[in-house]
């Protein structure tokens, strides 16, 4: 403790160098608890949906690849979706896997949002294939998941041009 004429000031120092006390340290915490505190609410929203956006990137992602295959190649390659066991995967003519099968995280599922009984891909055979014109072999047609929350995607082929667009 310093003295000065008059009045007395706490400080506390620590051979030649001054420190923070120790209330001054639990207020300045408490301030900060209560902005972060303040700021979760505003935050508590950001990642909703953030998992399905990302599913359906990865998803067109596998489909770009597939596409760009089929032009490259110059032969038929195809996305395989298994409703069931929450998978897709590319396949080449004679029905061998491209790389790997991919699962959708886990609490997304291939589901029309609202519907479980509608299937949710319209694609013949749960496949699109693409060949080596890049167009779609058939129809056009999508493939819809649900998460947990209630957050719904659907991916469509346009059959004559091979284009794919997120819904």
Do not use: C
Not at 9 to 26: C, D, H, P, Q, Y
Not at 86 to 111: M, R, T
Not at 125 to 143: H, I, K, L, M
């Amino acid at each position: 403790m310093v003295q000065e004429t008059g009045t007395t000031k706490m400080t506390s120092v620590i051979g030649n160098r001054r420190a923070f006390t120790l209330v001054e340290m639990l207020i300045v915490l408490a301030i900060i608890a209560m902005i972060m505190a303040m700021s979760v609410p505003f935050t508590a929203g950001f990642g909703k949906g953030l998992r399905v956006k990302t599913t359906a990137r990865a998803i067109v992602g596998i489909m770009r690849v597939a596409r760009s295959n089929a032009v490259t190649f110059r032969k038929n390659y195809s996305i395989v979706f298994d409703v069931k066991k929450s998978q897709y995967w590319i396949e080449d003519e004679a029905n061998h896997v491209y790389e790997k099968k991919y699962y959708l995280p886990g609490p997304i599922k291939f589901e029309i949002k609202g519907n479980g009984e509608a299937d949710p891909v319209t694609f013949e055979n749960d496949r699109v294939t693409f060949n080596s014109s890049g167009s779609v072999e058939g129809a056009s047609g999508s493939v819809t998941f649900t998460d947990k929350q209630g957050g719904s995607r659907t991916i469509s082929v346009t059959g004559a041009t091979g284009k794919i667009t997120i819904n």
